[in-house]
């Protein structure tokens, strides 16, 4: 079974430093990952996915198949990025679209 | 912009009780899930449908738990009798399906006394 870790449950840092948040996996198939965001009072919404490669709001995300990790960072990071963050994973196959979460990051980005 | 539909967004239930949760989903999302949510913990799926269909129902505690998506279209999540440690956040989502991203609903925060 399919397992997402992030090691830290909370994550600290000053405005206009650089932030990244910490995700391994535990799948030995080709999972497809997800960095999904909760702001204060709302939704949980996805930021963004590997196959995309996207940049989304300065974060990035690099999917790192020998280290089995998805880490997601960002260069400088701002105070309207304190948040949950979490990691997610699907396997695809007969589990297409089926996501397993990590247990969430908190990120607060002190002024 | 469509959004996910929950009712009700709290809910406290003594043990023992039935309670039951609502979710309206994106209108033309073929694939709706709920999730449980325990405090400091990721989402979990219970069930996921497509249209009508259950596609994937295998943590979903199925003595006390049942879901339905009659029409394809809104869904109830019932359990009963709740129990203290089914207290959580139930969380709804929608997608076109696939891969596609899923789109979260407010949740129903769900207390057992």
């Known amino acids: 079974a399919q397992r997402v870790t992030q090691p830290e449950k909370l994550l600290s840092v000053f405005k206009g430093a650089p932030v990244e948040l910490k995700c391994n996996y535990s799948y030995s198939g080709s999972p497809e990952l997800f960095w999904y965001v909760q702001y204060s009072r709302q939704r949980l919404q996805l930021l963004l996915r590997?196959?995309s490669r996207e940049s989304i709001k300065g974060f990035t995300a690099d999917l790192n198949k020998g280290e089995t990790s998805f880490h997601l960072k960002k260069p400088f990071a701002q105070e309207e990025d304190s948040a949950m963050y979490y990691c997610?994973?699907?396997?695809?196959?007969?589990?297409?679209?089926?996501?397993?979460f990590g247990q969430g990051t908190i990120l607060t980005v002190h002024p | 912009e469509a959004e996910v539909a929950q009712s009700p967004r709290y809910k406290i239930t003594e043990k023992s009780q039935a309670v039951a949760f609502w979710c309206d989903p994106i209108s033309g999302h073929a694939t709706l899930y709920w999730y449980r949510q325990i405090l400091g913990q990721g989402p979990e799926l219970l069930v996921q449908?497509?249209?009508?269909?259950?596609?994937?129902d295998s943590q979903l505690p199925k003595d006390r738990f049942s879901a339905e998506r009659l029409k394809g279209v809104d869904s109830t999540l019932k359990i009963q009798p709740a129990e203290l440690g089914d207290s959580a956040m139930y969380l709804c989502?929608?997608?076109?399906?696939?891969?596609?991203?899923?789109?979260f609903g407010p949740g129903t925060r769900l207390t057992v006394t």
């Open positions: 449908f497509q249209d009508e269909s259950v596609v994937d």
């Open positions: 590997h196959i």
């Open positions: 989502a929608s997608s076109l399906g696939g891969v596609s991203e899923q789109y």
């Open positions: 997610a994973l699907d396997a695809g196959g007969t589990s297409y679209g089926k996501l397993t």
